[in-house]
């Protein structure tokens, strides 16, 4: 029986976003949602340089009532600028908490993730540590506050917040993170002691990301080597 190396490549980020190698490579193609970035584009462009906080819990992820009222409350008393991806938002009483936060917040059912992390104004990621967003946020060099729901996405936030120091995770109170909390988190990232170290380590993995997918590089080398292996299988 033949036998296969294991190689390693990645993130699986599109070109664009990365080295640029391909040209119109910006996106995955298909998306599950709709939606329209224009309009989150053109209220970032507003913002001032990595301001906004962006809260995104991915495609799969159900957020209960509760949490979602601890989200509101804590992005409103933040007073930073935030984007909040909430598909499942209909809670007519949040809606108009959102709303008296005026131009300070923009909250959408969707958005294409890639352009909203890659935009200058975003400071801070929101994020249930799922394997795609994980990749995403560090390709990108966004820092990260980790609130994990459930599969891989604790160790996912184990190793954003403590391995590779990109970011902080939330503590759970019985299950839900809670205003106070969530409010913590964003200082820490933000404006916090240490959010300079994390801001750096986050641009570390950025140039981590875009070396391993460049010319050369270790994703490069590894895809060449595996397919050099499939074209001549007896060398």
């Known amino acids: 029986m033949a036998k296969w190396p294991v190689v390693m490549i990645g993130p699986m980020v599109p070109s664009f976003y990365l080295d640029s190698r391909i040209e119109g490579d910006t996106s995955y193609g298909a998306s599950l949602w709709n939606y329209d970035n224009d309009q989150c584009l053109k209220w970032l462009d507003s913002k001032p340089l990595k301001s906004v906080v962006y809260v995104s819990f991915g495609s799969m992820a159900s957020i209960s009532t509760e949490q979602f009222q601890e989200i509101a409350w804590g992005l409103k008393a933040s007073n930073m600028p935030f984007l909040w991806v909430a598909k499942e938002l209909k809670d007519n009483q949040l809606l108009e908490l959102i709303d008296s936060t005026g131009e300070r917040g923009l909250v959408v059912k969707w958005c294409n993730q890639l352009e909203v992390l890659a935009h200058q104004a975003v400071g801070c990621f929101v994020t249930h540590c799922g394997w795609n967003s994980t990749l995403e946020g560090l390709s990108l060099g966004v820092p990260m506050a980790c609130v994990p729901q459930w599969s891989d996405q604790p160790t996912n936030a184990k190793f954003l917040a403590h391995v590779w120091k990109v970011g902080v995770r939330a503590k759970q109170d019985r299950g839900i993170v809670t205003r106070e909390e969530l409010g913590n988190c964003l200082r820490e990232v933000m ?45």
């Open 191 to 235: 404006i916090g002691e240490r959010s300079g170290e994390i801001k750096s380590n986050a641009l570390k993995w950025k140039e981590l990301a875009k070396r391993a997918v460049s010319v050369g590089g270790s994703s490069d080398r590894n895809i060449d080597e595996f397919i050099a292996k499939l074209l001549k299988p007896d060398q």
